[in-house]
Structures are given as C-alpha cells and as structure tokens.
Nanobody
Framework: QVQLVESGGGLVQAGGSLRLSCAAS????????MGWFRQAPGKEREFVSA????????SYADSVKGRFTISRDNAKNMVYLQMNSLKPEDTAVYYC???????????????????WGQGTQVTVSS
C-alpha cells in the first residue's frame, strides 16, 4: 500500500503558475505509475496528467497540454505537476493517484488507480 499527500495548491491569478507536489510513502514508489486528476464543483473528476514508473511515458488531457508538465523523482518518492498559464477553468481540487498495474503505458481512467491522496485546492481568479 502507498500513502499519498498533495501540497502546493492555492489561489493564483489567471496567467500565473503553481507547482503541485505529491509525496508518497509506503511500498516502493518506483513501482507505481502516477496520475493527477481534478474535480471542480458540480463536475465529475477528470484526468489531468500521468507519468509511467520510470518517467519515460507521459500523458496529458487536451485542456492542459502545453501548459502543464508532470515529472517525478523516484529517489525522493515525489511526483510534481507544474502548472503554467493558469485559467479560471483550472479551478478544482487536484488529486494525486497511484497505479501499480501498468509498467510502461499510463492510464487515464480514474478507476485504474488504486490509491489516492486527499486533494489540494487550486483556485484561479480572473
């Protein structure tokens, strides 16, 4: 089992940047593909980005492509989401998630992820 704790959320003006961090503990972090999801009020949780175990493969939702960058540091048991050019529609609670099944490819469906953090709020003002 792995425990995930997100941090780095906050309030930022449109056009600004934030870097989310997810700290993992428990079983070997490098054995998990990692994903970021978000959920805005009144909306379903949606995929944002994911990175494979070794960091070779990444995936992004079309809505964040070119603005967000996912990365990981297996030595520190950390995964990051650098968010640039933020828009009001990026406002949501952002969740970190871990998937033990996939080795090279990454999953975009939240049902494929077994472990979840508690979320961190990101608010982008216009």
């Amino acid at each position: 089992q792995v425990q995930l704790v997100e941090s780095g959320g906050g309030l930022v003006q449109a056009g600004g940047s934030l870097r989310l961090s997810c700290a993992a503990s428990g079983r070997t972090f490098r054995m998990y593909a990692m994903g970021w999801f978000r959920q805005a009020p009144g909306k379903e949780r949606e995929f944002v980005s994911a990175i494979s175990r070794g960091g070779v493969s990444t995936s992004y939702a079309d809505s964040v492509k070119g603005r967000f960058t996912i990365s990981r540091d297996n030595a520190k048991n950390m995964v990051y989401l650098q968010m640039n050019s933020l828009k009001p529609e990026d406002t949501a609670v952002y969740y970190c998630a871990a998937d033990s099944k996939r080795t090279i490819v990454v999953a975009t469906a939240d049902r494929e992820y077994e472990y979840w953090g508690q979320g961190t709020q990101v608010t982008v003002s216009s």
